[in-house]
């Protein structure tokens, strides 16, 4: 692998039609082919939806697997009924990526709805296909007026709470595909590798919660296949594939995807891991996180490997996702006065600043999967984020940041917002260089989301080295409250083509709109 650590509404979307018959013809594209056969057996299954990834103005990656070898096949139209389709021919999928392909869309119209279907064809005979999966997706906007819409949030099945049949399963999709976001960001945390499913799970007043259960989910995840299956478990949850057939992503990872609080060279001392070398495990789990999620710079056709990137969305804005795993040094007290590493690594920030400075978007949202000012403990001395608890001038992972603040302020790099999940409770910071010990910087906010299928958890500490202040705080009085005694949180950003205004709403499952502020645009920091 390149990858090496160091170590709705029904006038835009359409609903997701893969559970149809597909009893019509479909006019597969093989020369001189006639109408496919659609045997009762054998034929290839996308029992696991499809999913559609880093969409821009004119491209798109659409994801699928199949449940034995097929081969991928994408028909894109502008219409439902797929008159005058357009053809894609996609990968042969097999063992050696758990039967998982991407294929990528170019040349597509910006600013459109475009409807896909995506069909599996037996190799050794194309005649025989399986049912077509149905997904649709808007590509970015060209013009500045035709406004953008997303949501964010992240941390699934995490701390044992996993689809629940009794409450219908991951519900939070649902409401959010109902809002018809123009794509959802997920700032990490997207399986918990680490975190065991156990059937039920009796709660403090006595109910109990109960799980779907997999073999793989029965102990940490260690093996290549264990990983998938981390992968896989998600998609078992119907309201979480019709969310992916309707609403495109970015993905970015975090530490659970692996393993809790990892990091670059660490050695476990861990009992429930016979592999104690993370980078291993890191390995393991980079390969089924490509396999299993549409990331342009992990596809092998083009990408070089890595999780940071830029995804631009039209001229209102680009999307900087951040890897604060892959590069960072070890995780530590955080007092050094020298720290070139940090948590992004010296070239990552390279790379930020660089992307930064010829960013033409009105609004840059930096989507980071840790926060920047809330302490974030790992055990009793060291410290799992950048801050660290002491309120003065910035040290050892710090410096790093106050190095990227400095340069967004002498650059007048006008629109950046930091979005982030990871702490599971919702919140916005403020931070403003005359309440901070560090003041070279220009002001700017901080949104935080998130659980979307996890345990909730009390507020973290404020460190006052960049001076934030809490605007905005819901979060539960006590450690791992389950989901159906909490609700689960997400954000929007709704940025408006004509005025050029960025509005945050903080939402929490069930309809509420908790907070909403509304941020102006061409300021420095903001």
Request: proline share 7%; glycine share 10%; hydrophobic share 40%.
């Amino acid at each position: 692998m390149s990858y090496r650590p160091r170590i709705p509404s029904p006038g835009r979307r359409t609903v997701l039609r893969g559970s149809l018959a597909a009893s019509a013809a479909l006019a597969f594209p093989v020369a001189g082919a006639a109408a496919p056969a659609f045997a009762l057996s054998s034929r290839p299954r996308a029992g696991w939806g499809v999913q559609v990834g880093d969409v821009t103005a004119s491209s798109a990656l659409v994801w699928v697997r199949a449940d034995r070898p097929a081969r991928m096949l994408v028909e894109t139209s502008a219409t439902e009924s797929f008159r005058r389709a357009r053809t894609w021919y996609g990968p042969l999928l097999g063992p050696g990526a758990d039967f998982t392909g991407t294929t990528p869309l170019y040349g597509l119209p910006a600013g459109e709805q475009v409807h896909y279907r995506v069909t599996l064809a037996d190799p050794d005979d194309p005649r025989r296909t399986g049912e077509p999966v149905y997904g649709t997706f808007r590509t970015a906007p060209a013009r500045r007026r035709d406004g953008v819409r997303f949501l964010w949030s992240g941390d699934i099945a995490g701390q044992g709470w996993g689809i629940n049949p009794d409450i219908g399963g991951y519900r939070v999709y649902d409401e959010m595909r109902r809002l018809d976001p123009d794509f959802f960001l997920c700032s990490g945390d997207n399986i918990y590798a680490d975190g065991v499913i156990e059937p039920s799970v009796t709660l403090p007043d006595g109910r109990v919660w109960r799980n779907i259960t997999t073999e793989e989910k029965a102990k940490v995840a260690e093996t290549l296949a264990e990983y998938r299956g981390n992968f896989r478990y998600n998609l078992l949850d119907d309201n979480l594939k019709k969310f992916n057939a309707q609403v495109p992503s970015i993905i970015q990872w975090d530490d659970h995807e692996v393993r809790n609080n990892w990091y670059p060279g660490q050695i476990l001392d861990d009992a429930r891991y016979t592999e104690k070398n993370v980078n291993v495990l890191a390995a393991r789990s980079m390969q089924a996180f490509r396999e299993y999620f549409p990331v342009s710079t992990l596809h092998e056709s083009s990408g070089d490997g890595r999780v940071h990137r830029v995804v631009r969305h039209g001229p209102l804005l680009d999307v900087f996702v951040l890897d604060m795993r892959s590069f960072r040094n070890a995780n530590s007290p955080g007092r050094q006065p020298d720290d070139t590493t940090g948590i992004l690594g010296a070239e990552q920030l390279r790379w930020l600043k660089h992307e930064l400075s010829r960013s033409r978007a009105v609004w840059k949202v930096i989507a980071a999967d840790m926060p920047l000012g809330l302490v974030v403990t790992d055990g009793a001395a060291n410290f799992e984020a950048l801050a660290q608890g002491d309120p003065g001038a910035p040290l050892g992972r710090e410096l790093q940041i106050a190095e990227l603040l400095r340069f967004i302020k002498h650059r007048r790099i006008t629109g950046t917002v930091w979005l982030t999940a990871d702490v599971h409770y919702t919140s916005a910071q403020h931070y403003a260089p005359e309440r901070a010990a560090f003041k070279d910087f220009a002001p700017f906010w901080e949104f935080v989301s998130g659980p979307l299928a996890a345990g909730g958890f009390p507020a973290n500490a404020l460190d006052n080295t960049f001076g934030p202040d809490r605007v905005f705080l819901r979060a539960p009085d006590r450690a791992n409250v389950s989901p159906m005694e909490s609700p689960q949180f997400f954000g929007e950003v709704d940025i408006d083509g004509d005025s050029g205004e960025l509005t945050v709403r903080l939402r929490a499952q069930g309809g509420s709109v908790l907070f909403t502020t509304v941020l102006q645009p061409g300021r420095v920091g903001q």
